[in-house]
């Protein structure tokens, strides 16, 4: 299962310039981990965050100009950092599995003459075989559009540009010159007719490109949780569905699928699930005349069952989450904001150690990436899963890991919880002399 290892974001909201984990170049810092939390106080940029990662899925599918616009964004300019000049960028650093080596996607988007965002630049890179130091090579190069691709495999060759971007026939010329001449027969020069687009959404679909594909794939897999209980409550058209989607409105339809598709699996899902939720004994499904699936929950206390659109909130979020986590094909990449929301503070460190387990587990679920400011769910917890977002006098945010400080990693080693360190401020920025 694909992995990210790392992740920068410049100048996208209060997110200025912050990196978490591992980079081409940050080859000292420690991957982030399977199951990552983010921390904070309120209006630090956790949101901000989470929709970062929201936005690059949104490019992808729709383009830069309708992500901008997208889920009440408010275009570049709202989203562009306060006070700063693009462009925005992102960097994302990530393995296709654990033996692979690690690729690098860059992108850069701006405003062009007419005040329209468009993708100034995007670049793959990837670490020759055998290669462990030095720049990677790519095998991806698009400036406003026109560029070249490497195809199959080929690892491409290195090109300096780290000033302006180059002009495609220079670039065209670097690489079909000198010692670069047997590898032009593997490149392809390429224009995009629409610079909304992402490079990687149209060369991704085509065979001969197969780390694009992969690549491309990876991210239109995410599962970005934006799950309402309202949502979930309702009565959708009967047909199964593989997969829940953002929202959660399709709950009994994945509930369908796994009842016909996976039996006695999901009788074993409903069993686990129901021990998890208090006061739930039995988790079953009910058809109703005109083919539509309600979910029944009886309750230990009452003869009658109680159906989804009577259940609390927090216990459709349990529901929706652990039967997300079930899923017999999971997301690479589950991203949630602030799943304690509704929940009773004892069910979180279940949660959590529900999300670690699926994360960490043999058969290779999905990356989990959470925000929360709930810290019952943060004593579940290790320093090394734990970021801070902080925000800086100059409106910014900044980030470190839990783990950085010594003191923090040698109180948790003591036994004391993390979640009752942050807690009692004890993973606020501090003077590291001051003890």
């Not at 562009?80 to 960097?91: H, V």
């Not at 690489?175 to 909304?196: F, H, N, P, Q, Y």
């Not at 679909?205 to 949780?225: M, T, V």
């Not at 005109?290 to 009452?302: A, V």
Request: with cysteine.
């Amino acid at each position: 299962m694909p992995k990210i290892e790392g992740f920068r974001v410049k100048n996208f909201g209060t997110l200025k310039d912050i990196t978490l984990g591992r980079l081409w170049n940050k080859w000292e810092y420690e991957p982030l981990t399977p199951m990552t939390a983010v921390i904070g106080k309120n209006g630090v940029g956790k949101s901000t965050l989470f929709d970062a990662f929201g936005f690059l899925a949104d490019c992808l599918n729709s383009g830069v100009e309708e992500a901008c616009d997208a889920r009440g964004r408010g275009g570049f300019e709202k989203i562009l950092s306060q006070g700063q000049e693009g462009p925005m960028e992102f960097n994302i650093y990530y393995k296709e599995d654990g033996n692979a080596r690690p690729i690098t996607y860059e992108l850069s988007i701006d405003l062009d003459a007419s005040g329209r965002p468009f993708v100034v630049k995007e670049r793959l890179r990837q670490r020759r075989r055998g290669q462990s130091r030095g720049r990677p090579f790519s095998f991806l190069i698009l400036n406003n559009g026109r560029g070249l691709v490497w195809k199959g495999e080929k690892e491409g060759r290195q090109i300096d540009e780290e000033g302006e971007p180059l002009d495609l026939f220079e670039l065209v010329k670097s690489i079909k010159s000198g010692k670069a001449r047997e590898e032009a027969g593997e490149t392809e020069v390429v224009e995009l007719d629409d610079m909304r687009k992402l490079g990687i959404a149209t060369l991704g679909s085509l065979k001969q490109h197969p780390r694009i594909s992969a690549f491309r794939r990876f991210i239109q897999g995410w599962y970005l949780s934006y799950f309402t209980p309202d949502a979930a409550r309702g009565l959708p058209l009967a047909g199964p569905q593989k997969h829940l989607n953002v929202h959660g409105d399709n709950l009994g339809n994945v509930v369908q699928f796994m009842e016909r598709e996976h039996p006695k699996r999901f009788r074993a899902i409903l069993s686990g699930i129901a021990e998890k939720i208090p006061g739930i004994h039995k988790i079953d499904t009910e058809k109703t005349n005109d083919g539509r699936l309600l979910l029944r929950f009886n309750d230990k206390g009452f003869n009658d069952p109680f159906y989804s659109q009577q259940m609390s909130d927090g216990t459709l979020k349990v529901f929706a989450y652990l039967l997300l986590l079930e899923d017999p094909n999971p997301p690479p990449f589950l991203c949630i904001e602030e799943p304690e929301n509704g929940l009773y503070h004892k069910l979180l460190e279940s949660l959590a150690e529900e999300f670690r387990k699926h994360a960490t587990g043999r058969k290779g679920g999905s990356q989990v990436f959470i925000t929360t400011h709930q810290p019952y769910l943060v004593d579940a917890l290790e320093p090394s899963e734990v970021w801070i977002l902080e925000k800086e006098p100059d409106g910014f945010s900044t980030i470190r890991r839990a783990s950085d400080d010594p003191i923090v990693e040698n109180m948790v080693a003591e036994g004391l919880p993390l979640g009752g360190l942050w807690y009692s401020d004890y993973l606020d920025a501090r003077d590291p002399n001051a003890f």
